[in-house]
C-alpha cells in the first residue's frame, strides 16, 4: 500500500468532481477523503495498491463528464488508518 496526495487544476468544482471521486476510488478499493480547496482545486489523499492508485491517478486526469481538468499534481504521503473514501469540507 502506498499514499499519493493529489492536486487537481482546471474546472473542477461546481462540477460533481467529489462524489465522482468518491465513486471512483470506492470501485477501484481506494480508501481516503477528497476536498475542494478555496483556490478552486481538488485536493485528494488516497491510498491503496500500487495498480489500484495507477488507475485511479489516471482516472482523475479525465474526472467526471462536466469538469475539464487542466493538470494533476501527485506526491507520495502519508494516510493514517483510514476505511472507505469520503467527502470533506472545503479547507
Given at each position: 500500500?502506498?499514499?499519493?496526495?493529489?492536486?487537481?487544476?482546471?474546472?473542477?468544482?461546481?462540477v460533481?468532481?467529489?462524489?465522482?471521486?468518491?465513486?471512483?476510488?470506492?470501485?477501484?478499493?481506494?480508501?481516503?477523503?477528497?476536498?475542494?480547496?478555496?483556490d478552486?482545486?481538488?485536493?485528494?489523499?488516497?491510498?491503496?495498491?500500487?495498480?489500484?492508485?495507477?488507475?485511479?491517478?489516471?482516472?482523475?486526469?479525465?474526472?467526471?463528464?462536466?469538469?475539464?481538468?487542466?493538470?494533476?499534481?501527485?506526491?507520495?504521503?502519508?494516510?493514517?488508518?483510514?476505511?472507505?473514501?469520503?467527502?470533506?469540507?472545503?479547507?
Open positions: 500500500m502506498t499514499a499519493q496526495r493529489l492536486l487537481i487544476e482546471g474546472r473542477v468544482q461546481r460533481g468532481y467529489r462524489d465522482w471521486a468518491v465513486r471512483t476510488a470506492r470501485a477501484l478499493g481506494v480508501t481516503g477523503w477528497v476536498r475542494n480547496l478555496q478552486g482545486r481538488v485536493e485528494i489523499l488516497a491510498d491503496g495498491t500500487d495498480s489500484a492508485l495507477e488507475a485511479f491517478v489516471d482516472q482523475c486526469r479525465e474526472g467526471p463528464a462536466m469538469a475539464a481538468v487542466d493538470r494533476v499534481d501527485t506526491q507520495p504521503a502519508v494516510l493514517g488508518n483510514v476505511k472507505g473514501f469520503t467527502k470533506r469540507f472545503t479547507a
